[in-house]
């Protein structure tokens, strides 16, 4: 089908004006288009930026963080009721005994499970969908590590801290920078197959806001292929991890002392629910894309509903930086089909440009993402942007330009999920740029941890995008395919560790039951029962007609 | 925006109108379903949602990602969310990368008739039977490198006349290639070492005492090089 008639003229612009740009790439794309400076970042931020919206947070007015100012869409699901019924729920005996229980079986769920293994722990990881249906598996350009001569863990520390508006908190930070290299050595030998350089070492490209080339990638698939290794990696212990996929944790279990115990799940295809005792609780559970935060689309997995978050929080988990999103600068707006998508920031690592559609190129490639989303954001809100049939609004982002900086081929070597995304709907992006536009792409903030991965409940630990505080208030391209890797190893670590001194006492869930009463006193009305566990795309109107009375997944409100 | 067009498809044999231009997962929900299942990251990159189609007046039984596949009039769909597939349990530290692996774990990778169902089915049209012969001559790096943008969803599998786990054994063949054969750096080495002697302790220190206006300054005033590696 490729681009419709009308969008003719613009990409005649982004062509005519490509030499041109080439020239500048080529002398140093930063002695043309500078950088931002923090006053001019801080305006662009203010004025364009989703979060900087005066309706973009509100009160929340139960719970561990009561009071404080949250993204206004995380704090209404907050404010809900569980799915279980404290009053009537049976929870001893325990169906299932453990040393340590892992929710979520994205990255680092997988690598928590490889670790406390390791150290000796009996691990049961259950997840919502199947073992690697998550986020993990869909990022695409890269891990940062810092893996040259000329770079080091304190540059990777101040690239971070700045991208992140000085707000991460800094052991963490410290953690996840000075463990890069050795991650990346850990994942290869497990069997990741990085880009390489023909002398071995790793191939390296810079992401936004950073200082030196420090992405590591495997093409553009990254996240699929470490998934899959450590997924496979859990799947040669059968021994000692038990995977039950297609059963979410809804609800923590606590012991009468406050730690924590297991949990309650639920079977997604039969209803039956099920308890699992733990001396040590993982959540790595991810992020929040499918709540589609002010309307946006969203470049997540299909399970990404904050359901760790919710959990912990009514268990008496403090949150970190839950007012923060991130918005993904470069999401697919054309065609229709991929509405939302990630299209990887390796395409600018590689030299691709954001143009408008005069042809011009508006903001400097790499700047943190928030920044670049909120230039973007202006761009299109200035008139200077594409509109799509459909009503939606973009920029080109030029790859085209990407062969004659790095010569031909460079694309289909280095992109080949995105050469195939889009030669499906009959674009060549190795002929014609993309249309993009911002898109909900990750939680800023999360569940509070340490440097090893205890929440304020004892004997519960959280990893990887469900936690806030190491990217502060803004991530940076390659640091949550860290973050799950190192987190989720010092998780499992910690947990099984945990689990060695831990005596269980008699389970309960009276904190459901005090939540209740919170909601109660508030005077909080709602029928939003949590966690989500899925988004609803049902046509409402069939939904409306027919099936009201027998769907238990039905959201509240309908 | 205007009223897209509706087209009637047929899942599991009943007809259901929907929206032209919709996905296979889209179609679905606008149709009512509720998907728990045969539906994962739906980019395109993870192969939950592998799916098995036959198009109208065309006798060939075709597979495709339904997140990625776009419907057509009179199309016959069923999800293929699951392909029961004999992974083996293996320990990747104590192989060896050569052909004897698949002897070992695999022995039936080695009853393919070369019919090639496998490459017609693959929904990311990879060349698989082409990676099953470079497997069997022990020849990893090549099949690694044709399977490499494998999602898993087990089609080929599942169609295999010689009941061959392809998708199984790739993964096998990609560990061993990046673990064993594939060409180590060596400054990595060097890197690790020096974090764990210490080297960047004090200046952490230094940096983690200062006030946030010195950060700030030190942030956006350093130098930007990007050019070499």
């Not at chain 1, 406390?116 to 940062?144: F, H, P, W, Y």
């Not at chain 1, 939003?528 to 069939?542: K, Q």
């Not at chain 2, 149709?31 to 939950?48: I, N, S, T, Y």
Request: hydrophobic letters at 35%; a neutral charge; aromatic letters at 8%.
């Amino acid at each position: 089908m490729g681009y419709p008639e009308y969008m003719r003229e613009s990409l005649k612009m982004v062509e005519r004006t490509r030499p041109q740009r080439l020239e500048m790439a080529k002398k140093g794309l930063r002695n043309f288009v500078k950088p931002m400076s923090e006053e001019e970042r801080e305006e662009v931020l203010r004025k364009y930026h989703p979060d900087y919206q005066p309706d973009a947070r509100r009160e929340v007015r139960v719970g561990p963080n009561k009071g404080e100012l949250l993204t206004a869409k995380v704090a209404e699901v907050l404010e809900s009721h569980s799915r279980i019924d404290p009053d009537n729920f049976v929870i001893e005996p325990p169906d299932y005994e453990t040393d340590v229980l892992i929710i979520g079986g994205g990255g680092a769920g997988c690598m928590a499970a490889i670790w406390a293994r390791k150290e000796g722990a009996k691990v049961i990881l259950c997840t919502k969908l199947r073992l690697g249906d998550a986020n993990s598996m869909m990022s695409q350009g890269g891990m940062q590590a810092a893996v040259n001569p000329h770079d080091s863990p304190v540059i990777h520390y101040i690239d971070a801290l700045g991208g992140g508006h000085f707000d991460n908190k800094p052991e963490l930070l410290k953690v996840l920078t000075t463990e890069g290299p050795k991650i990346a050595k850990f994942l290869e030998d497990l069997g990741v197959m990085w880009d390489k350089l023909p002398d071995g070492h790793y191939q390296t490209k810079p992401g936004g806001g950073t200082s030196r080339r420090r992405m590591l990638s495997c093409k553009d698939y990254t996240g699929a292929e470490i998934m899959r290794v450590l997924r496979d990696e859990v799947r040669n212990h059968p021994e000692d991890i038990l995977v039950l996929e297609y059963n979410p944790a809804v609800e923590l279990v606590l012991d009468e002392e406050g730690k924590c115990a297991g949990a309650i799940l639920m079977n997604m295809e039969t209803g039956e629910y099920t308890v699992v005792k733990a001396k040590a609780t993982i959540i790595a559970t991810g992020g929040f894309g499918r709540l589609h935060i002010k309307g946006f689309p969203t470049t997540n997995h299909y399970g990404a509903t904050m359901d760790g978050v919710v959990m912990a929080y009514r268990a008496g988990a403090k949150l970190l930086y839950m007012d923060s999103v991130q918005y993904h600068p470069t999401g697919a707006v054309y065609p229709p089909q991929i509405l939302g998508f990630l299209i990887t920031e390796k395409i600018r690592g590689f030299g691709g440009q954001p143009v408008n559609k005069y042809g011009e190129l508006f903001v400097y490639p790499l700047e943190p993402r928030d920044v670049e989303a909120s230039a973007i954001i202006r761009e299109c809100a200035e008139g200077r942007g594409i509109k799509t049939p459909d009503g939606h609004v973009g920029v080109w982002l030029d790859s085209p330009i990407i062969d004659l900086l790095n010569g031909p081929g460079t694309i289909e070597k280095n992109f080949p999920a995105m050469v195939r995304q889009y030669r499906r709907f009959g674009i060549d992006i190795t002929k014609e740029p993309m249309l993009i536009y911002p898109t909900l792409h990750y939680q800023n903030g999360g569940i509070e941890i340490n440097e090893w991965c205890e929440t304020t409940i004892p004997n519960l630990l959280a990893a990887g995008e469900v936690t806030g505080g190491v990217h502060g208030r803004n991530r940076l391209m390659g640091n949550s395919v860290l973050d799950y890797n190192v987190f989720g190893r010092r998780a499992g670590i910690k947990a099984a560790e945990l689990a060695k001194k831990t005596t269980v006492g008699k389970l309960t869930i009276e904190h459901i039951k005090k939540y209740e009463e919170e909601l109660r006193e508030a005077g909080i009305e709602t029928k939003l029962v949590t966690p989500i566990l899925l988004p609803e795309y049902r046509n409402l109107e069939l939904l409306k007609k027919h099936r009201k009375e027998f769907d238990p997944f039905l959201p509240a409100g309908i | 925006m205007e009223e897209r067009k509706l087209i009637p498809i047929y899942v599991l044999g009943k007809k259901y109108m929907v929206p032209e231009g919709s996905t296979i997962i889209t179609a679905l929900e606008y149709a009512g379903f509720k998907l728990k299942k045969g539906v994962g990251c739906r980019e395109g990159f993870c192969g939950a949602c592998a799916s098995l189609y036959r198009l109208p007046g065309d006798y060939r039984l075709h597979g495709g990602l339904g997140c990625q596949t776009v419907v057509v009039e009179n199309m016959h769909i069923v999800q293929i969310p699951y392909t029961p597939a004999p992974k083996a349990v293996y320990d990747i530290e104590e192989l060896e990368p050569d052909v004897s692996v698949f002897n070992r774990y695999y022995p039936e990778l080695f009853r393919c008739v070369s019919c090639n169902t496998c490459t017609k089915i693959c929904p990311q049209e990879l060349n698989v039977m082409d990676y099953v012969n470079a497997m069997m001559r022990g020849d990893f790096e090549t099949a690694a490198e044709l399977s490499f943008d494998c999602l898993m969803c087990g089609l080929c599998s599942a169609r295999c006349p010689a009941e061959i786990s392809q998708f199984l054994c790739a993964i096998l063949a990609r560990r061993l290639y990046g673990k064993y054969l594939s060409k180590k750096g060596e400054f990595i080495l060097q890197r690790i070492k020096e974090i764990e002697e210490g080297k960047y302790e004090e200046e952490f220190r230094r940096l983690m005492s200062l006030p946030l206006e010195e950060l700030k300054k030190i942030y956006y005033e350093r130098d930007l090089n990007l050019e070499i590696t």
